[in-house]
C-alpha cells in the first residue's frame, strides 16, 4: 500500500492488503507452526536467507500486518510487535548494548521504564545516566561516555505530561554518534511522528491509545531506517559484525535499512520470545481502525477538563501542555499542534491525604493501573505505578508526591467534568 496516504487511511486500511479471495478483515492465524514443502525450504528460513513464516514465537502473519500497519503511520521502514510496552523498550536498548555499555536517558519517564533502565539493565551489566531533558545541550552531554549506545526521552512523558524537545534530543545523540529512541505512547503517530523531527527509533506501548479499549496488553518498536550503523560501526558490533549464531551473518550487509528489526526479531525474540498473541495484534489492528477518531475526542475533553480544573479553588496545580502559561506549550505548539492526549497532572491543595479521598469519591472515573484508554480513569503514581520510589526520586522523575494521573476518556466530557465536581465536594 501506498505509505504517503493520510494517517487516517492508513489506520484503516495499511498493514493487511488481501488478494483475490482472501479475507477483506485481517484473519487471526492462530498456528504456532507453518508446513512447508521440503527441508530445504526450512532451513533457508532458519538461516535467513528467504523470508517467511515457520513458527510464531519469531514471526507470524497477523502480527506482520499489524506492525507494517505501525509502521506505515509512524513513517518508518519496518516494525516488530512485542508483548507489551515494557518488552519493547527492553528489546530496543538490549538490541543495541550488551554488559559493558551505558545510555542516557531523560528522567522524566514511565516509572516501569524507569526501573528497568536503573535496576534491571544494571544488574546485566548496562549502566544509565538520567538527565533533566530540559537542560542544556551542554548539561546532557556531558553525561554522555565513550560506551554511550542510545539517549531515550517520552514525546509526552508519563505521568508528568512533559514534552520533549526532540530536536535537542536528536542533535545530541547525532553529535555522539549514537540513536536517539522515542516512546511515544501518548502522543501517538496522530499527534506526533518522532521521525520527522529526527528521532531514529520508536516504541509503544500498543496497551495505551493504539488498543484504546483495555482489551489487551502490547509493544511495538519501529525503526525509521535512518541511523548509519555502519558509520559507527565500532559501537554497534552486534549490528556490524559478524553473528555467530546465524553462520557469520553481518546484519548491516545483509539486511541495510532492516538490519534493526530483523536482529531484534532473529535473535532476541528468537532467545527471550516476548511475542504478541495473534489474537492481541487482532484486537489491536481493531482498535487502529479508530485511532484517527479517538485521539482528537481524547484531547478535547483533556483540554476542556484542564482548563475547569484551573479555575477550581480546591485544586493547588494542573499540567497539561496546551494550557495557556504551561512551561510546555511552545514545545507542543511546535511538536504537537494537533493536540497532545488525554492525560493530564494536577494536584489538589491539602496533599496527598486529599488526593486519595477525592479519587475514592469519583464514581464515573475508575482507579486503575491503567491510562489512555476509552473510558476515563485515574491513579496517584506515589501511592501506586511510582510506589518503589522515595519522595526525593519522585520529585527526580517529574512526579510529584500529591500527583494525581487524570486520563480523560471520550465519554461526554460534561459528566466526567460533573464527576470530578462532586467527587471535590466530597
Known sequence: MDNNFKRETL???????????????????????????????MAKLFDLEESGYFYTRLQNPTNEAVAAKIAALEGGVAAILTSSGQAANFFAFFNICEAGDHIVSATSIYGGTYNLLAVTLKKLGIECTFVDQ?????????????????????????????????????????????????DN??????????????????????????????????????????????????????????????????????FG?????????????????????PQNAFLLNLGLETLHLRVPRHCENALAVA???????KVAWVHYPELDGNPYQELAK??????????????????????????D????????????????????????????LTDEQLIEAGVAPDLIRFSVGIENVDDIIADIEQALKQ
Open 307 to 313: 482548563r475547569w480544573l484551573q479555575k477550581c479553588d
Open 361 to 388: 469519591s469519583l464514581k464515573l472515573a475508575a482507579i486503575v493501573t491503567h491510562v489512555a484508554d476509552a473510558r476515563t480513569c485515574v491513579l496517584h503514581p506515589a501511592s501506586h505505578t511510582h510506589r518503589q
Open 11 to 41: 489506520c484503516v486500511q495499511a498493514g493487511w492488503q488481501p488478494k483475490k479471495g482472501e479475507p477483506r478483515v485481517l484473519p487471526i492465524y492462530q498456528s504456532t507452526t507453518f508446513k512447508y514443502e521440503t527441508s530445504e525450504q
Open 134 to 182: 530540559d537542560a542544556s545541550e551542554e548539561e546532557i552531554s556531558a553525561a554522555f561516555r565513550p560506551n554511550t549506545k542510545l539517549l531515550f526521552g517520552e514525546t509526552i512523558s508519563n505521568p508528568g505530561v512533559m514534552v520533549l524537545d526532540i530536536e535537542k534530543f536528536a542533535r545530541i545523540a547525532h553529535a555522539h554518534g549514537v540513536p536517539l529512541i522515542v
Open 257 to 277: 535499512k532492516m538490519a534493526y528489526i530483523t536482529k531484534a526479531t532473529s535473535q532476541l525474540m528468537r532467545d527471550l520470545g516476548s511475542i504478541q498473541s
Open 185 to 254: 505512547t501518548f502522543a501517538t503517530p496522530i499527534n506526533c511522528r518522532p521521525f520527522e523531527w529526527g528521532a531514529d527509533i520508536v516504541t509503544h506501548s500498543t496497551t495505551k491509545y493504539m488498543d484504546g479499549h483495555a482489551t489487551c496488553v502490547g509493544g511495538c518498536i519501529v525503526d525509521s531506517g535512518n541511523f548509519d550503523w555502519e558509520a559507527h560501526a565500532d559501537k554497534f558490533p552486534g549490528l556490524c559484525q559478524p553473528d555467530p549464531s546465524y553462520h557469520g551473518l553481518t546484519y548491516t550487509k545483509a
Open 334 to 359: 511546535k511538536y504537537l499542534p494537533n493536540g497532545s492526549c488525554g492525560v493530564l497532572a494536577f494536584g489538589l491543595k491539602g496533599g496527598r491525604d486529599v488526593a486519595i479521598k477525592f479519587m
